[in-house]
T-cell receptor, first 115, second 111 residues
Framework: NAGVMQNPRHLVRRRGQEARLRCSPM?????VYWYRQLPEEGLKFMVY????????ESGMPKERFSAEFPKEGPSILRIQQVVRGDSAAYFC?????????????FGSGTQLSVL | GENVEQHPSTLSVQEGDSAVIKCTYS??????FPWYKQELGKGPQLIID?????GEKKDQRIAVTLNKTAKHFSLHITETQPEDSAVYFC??????????FGDGTTLTVKP
């Protein structure tokens, strides 16, 4: 049973380009969460999605960032017109249910570097 | 919203000694407290968790305690080994899956 799969592992973009980060949850999991981790900091919640629905996007910047989790295929975190401050590790996690005490299973992350 | 503080930020112990990491939270509605271990270049992995109706939980060399009145919880690792060296994060959950993380503790176990 494969774990949470994220790709690419490393992504380099120049300022102004678009970044697309992909996340395939564990088999049987329909809840996906995206977190951002800056160097030597904890993980900051960005967005929580179920299939075809954004449930909570309170941690997402208002501009340039968007997320989706289509009926078929992986969840996508999209960052338009990237800036240097977007450089960070982006982690995706999944769970089978939406209860507050549900365990999260994390992927290995995508390290985004903006030149 | 929830705020989680974690101490210390770095911890160095001798192999075989115990390590203790402490966290406090602000939202009394939080009812689930997981701990994660993150190794270099990897995502966080759950190592132990505790629910608000339990005061203590143990799994081999790892234990977690929770004091709801004081709003703090702690991770205890006994008989530390070099492979325990990693960054450890505490977290608190109020809403579904939306964990609020502490800033992490870098644990170094010296052989």
């Amino acid at each position: 049973n494969a774990g949470v799969m994220q790709n690419p592992r490393h992504l380099v973009r120049r300022r102004g380009q678009e970044a697309r980060l992909r996340c395939s949850p564990m088999k049987g999991h329909s809840h996906v969460y995206w977190y951002r981790q800056l160097p030597e900091e904890g993980l900051k919640f960005m967005v929580y999605l179920q299939k075809e629905n954004i449930i909570d996007e309170s941690g997402m910047p208002k501009e340039r960032f968007s997320a989706e989790f289509p009926k078929e295929g992986p969840s996508i975190l999209r960052i338009q017109q990237v800036v240097r401050g977007d450089s960070a590790a982006y982690f995706c996690a999944s769970s089978p249910r939406s209860q507050a005490n549900e365990k999260l299973f994390f992927g290995s992350g995508t390290q985004l570097s903006v030149l | 919203g929830e705020n989680v503080e974690q101490h210390p930020s770095t911890l160095s112990v001798q192999e075989g000694d115990s390590a203790v990491i402490k966290c406090t939270y602000s939202d009394s509605a939080s009812n689930y407290f997981p701990w994660y271990k993150q190794e270099l270049g990897k995502g966080p992995q759950l190592i132990i968790d505790i629910r608000s109706n339990v005061g203590e939980k143990k799994d081999q060399r790892i234990a977690v305690t929770l004091n709801k009145t004081a709003k703090h919880f702690s991770l205890h690792i006994t008989e530390t080994q070099p492979e325990d060296s990693a960054v450890y994060f505490c977290a608190a959950n109020t809403n579904a899956g939306k964990s609020t993380f502490g800033d992490g503790t870098t644990l170094t176990v010296k052989p």
